[in-house]
C-alpha cells in the first residue's frame, strides 16, 4: 500500500512565563481514538493552507487565540497511527506568544494550563514521552523522526537532525 497519509499539525502553547503548556484533556467524546489523553492542540491541514497557517487556524479554532511568535520543531511520520491505521505526517510547534485568553474547553475536551515538570505524569500516547523533550529543548534545529504504529501500540521511534 502506498504511503500516503493525512498531514497535520500539533502545537503546544507555552504560557508567557514559560513555566506551563496548553493541553487538551481528550474527555469529550466516548469515540474519541485519544479519550483520556491530554495532547497538544492541532488537526488535520487543509487543501489550501501550508503548515503554519493551518497551525495558526487550527488553536485559533480549538483554544480561541491568535498565534504570535512560534516556531517549527520538528516533524514525525506515524504510519499505521490513524484509528483505522491510517498513516499521520505530523508538523509540531512550539508556540511562544499569543494573544486572547484561553477558552476552557473545546469540542475535544478541557483546556488546562500543565506545569512543564508535570506533563510526564499524565495520561500521554507512550511514543509523547518520547518526541516531547525534542518540542521544548533548547536546540534551535528541528528533529525530524518517525514512529511506526501496529495495532493502537507504538512500534518503533527513530529521529534525527
Not at 479519550?35 to 493552507?49: H, I, P, Q, S, V
Not at 499569543?98 to 474547553?105: E, H, K, Q, V, Y
Request: glycine share 12%.
Amino acid at each position: 500500500m502506498p504511503y500516503q497519509p493525512i498531514l497535520a499539525t500539533l502545537g503546544y502553547v507555552l504560557s508567557p512565563d514559560r513555566q506551563r503548556v496548553l493541553l487538551v484533556h481528550r474527555n469529550a467524546r466516548a469515540d474519541d481514538h485519544h479519550l483520556g489523553k491530554y495532547n497538544g492542540l492541532g488537526g488535520k491541514l487543509e487543501a489550501d493552507e501550508d503548515a503554519m497557517s493551518g497551525m495558526r487556524r487550527e488553536i485559533r479554532e480549538e483554544a480561541g487565540i491568535d498565534c504570535g511568535a512560534m516556531s517549527l520543531r520538528g516533524t514525525i511520520s506515524w504510519p499505521g497511527f490513524g484509528k483505522q491505521g491510517q498513516d499521520w505526517f505530523g508538523f509540531l510547534f512550539l508556540v511562544e506568544a499569543f494573544a486572547g485568553t484561553p477558552a476552557a474547553s473545546n469540542a475535544e475536551g478541557d483546556l488546562e494550563w500543565v506545569p512543564m515538570e508535570a506533563i510526564a505524569s499524565l495520561p500521554l500516547w507512550e511514543g509523547d514521552r518520547l518526541f516531547l523533550p525534542l518540542v521544548f529543548d533548547a536546540d534551535p534545529r528541528p528533529f525530524h523522526g518517525v514512529m511506526p504504529y501496529r495495532d493502537g501500540r507504538m512500534a518503533g521511534w527513530s529521529w534525527s537532525r
